[in-house]
């Protein structure tokens, strides 16, 4: 077979925490320059995630180049340069394979680095799941413009909340349901986007809870999109945008016509 | 026994506590003095080292001992002598068939809005 048993049990040589082990499932294998590891803090919770820019970080995908290769019996380490910094790495040597994977690595090559981030005595460094030659040098530059989509992916999930709770605040009048807010933190401890970020703003929150209000909500006719510019004091242009997002992501259906709408759920 | 290459030797006394900033032809005179990293095209190789056209179609003279044969892209690694030359401490040979365009924009990216990630 192709993969090691320490691919797998990463966790076990971190310490079996059963925690590190569900976390390490949740974020994935996540682009990053050295300079952001070097600048990455724990995060508060939990002594085996790592904090960068805002967003927890439990594995590590990283490109650079190797020096200082060290041997012993039961690990290699090499520190790897991407040319934004410098982090030291450890692959342990459980199977033959790791050995074998071993063997092309040599100083002065660029490679490709899949691995645990850890901490010991303050110090960072990768347990490394897997490590290859890079061939195909374009690799590099997908490898750091991965780096950037993620830092705008995750900053960009962090703003929408912090826009969040300002609505919440500046619009007095609109009854802001839990389940919008359920819905945007799914949205950033997915970490992901399923569905257009920018969906439910300002307005399209305004519409979804009015249309969530008990009254409207269960008023089997829905209700008229007059009412809601009215109510709302938004342009029936603003109105209907709104309708159409929240229509086209499932939260809200039209019922006996085209001008009257229902909230598919109460929150 | 298996001489040394002179490459490593190089790589050894390198000082790589610096990071080395990612540069295109533009950007590479914001630098001058400073660690550097680019992909050129050679153009022709020579006495010295080569000369060659960065990936935003500028001419960089590159200076220091070069691997051989040389591929038709390579990476460099030194310090900015001028805005159009580099001394270089590593140069890598990055195969014949290199994203010019994408590595261009990475670079453009890198001294933007995006540069906090890199230096």
Redesign the interface.
């Known amino acids: 077979m192709m993969f090691s048993e320490s691919q797998f049990d990463g966790g076990s040589q971190i310490g079996n925490s059963p925690a590190a082990a569900a976390n390490r499932d949740t974020f994935g294998l996540v682009p990053l320059?050295i300079?952001?590891i070097s600048e990455a803090s724990h995060s508060g919770d939990d002594k085996s995630n790592f904090n960068v820019s805002g967003a927890d970080v439990v594995n590590v995908t990283v490109v650079g180049?190797v020096?200082n290769i060290v041997e012993r019996n039961t690990d290699v380490t090499f520190t790897l340069?991407d040319?934004?910094?410098?982090l030291d790495c450890k692959r342990w040597l459980n199977e033959p394979f790791d050995r074998l994977q071993m063997e092309e690595i040599r100083?002065?090559i660029?490679v490709h680095v899949d691995g645990h981030l850890k901490s010991f005595k303050g110090e960072k460094h990768v347990a490394v799941f897997s490590v290859r030659p890079v061939t195909?040098?374009?690799e590099i530059?997908?490898h750091?413009?991965a780096?950037?989509h993620n830092?705008m992916r995750t900053s960009k999930v962090q703003k929408i909340q912090g826009s969040d709770g300002e609505n919440i605040n500046s619009t007095p009048n609109t009854p802001i349901q839990n389940g919008t807010n359920g819905f945007m933190s799914t949205l950033s401890s997915q970490n992901s986007v399923p569905f257009n970020v920018d969906g439910v703003k300002g307005f399209d929150q305004m519409v979804l809870a009015y249309l969530q209000l008990p009254a409207n909500y269960g008023n089997e006719k829905g209700t008229h999109t007059d009412e809601l510019a009215q109510k709302l004091k938004l342009p029936l242009n603003k109105i209907m945008e709104s309708i159409r997002t929240l229509e086209d992501e499932g939260m809200i259906y039209s019922t006996i016509d085209e001008f009257h709408y229902k909230a598919t759920s109460s929150n | 026994m298996k001489k040394k290459s002179p490459d490593l030797n190089r790589q050894q006394e390198m000082d790589t506590s610096n990071p080395a900033v990612l540069v295109n032809g533009d950007l590479l005179r914001s630098y001058v003095g400073r660690r550097v990293r680019t992909v050129i095209q050679v153009v022709r190789p020579d006495a010295g080292g080569l000369t060659s056209r960065s990936t935003d179609e500028q001419q960089i003279v590159v200076k220091g001992q070069m691997p051989s044969p040389l591929t038709t892209f390579v990476e460099v690694i030194g310090v900015a002598e001028s805005a159009q030359s580099i001394r270089a401490d590593i140069v890598t040979n990055f195969g014949d068939t290199f994203d010019a365009n994408n590595f261009n924009q990475l670079c453009q990216h890198a001294n933007g809005d995006f540069r906090h990630l890199f230096i």
């Open positions: 320059t300079k952001q180049m020096f340069d040319g934004t910094g410098k100083e002065g660029y195909n040098f374009d530059t997908f750091f413009i780096c950037i830092h």
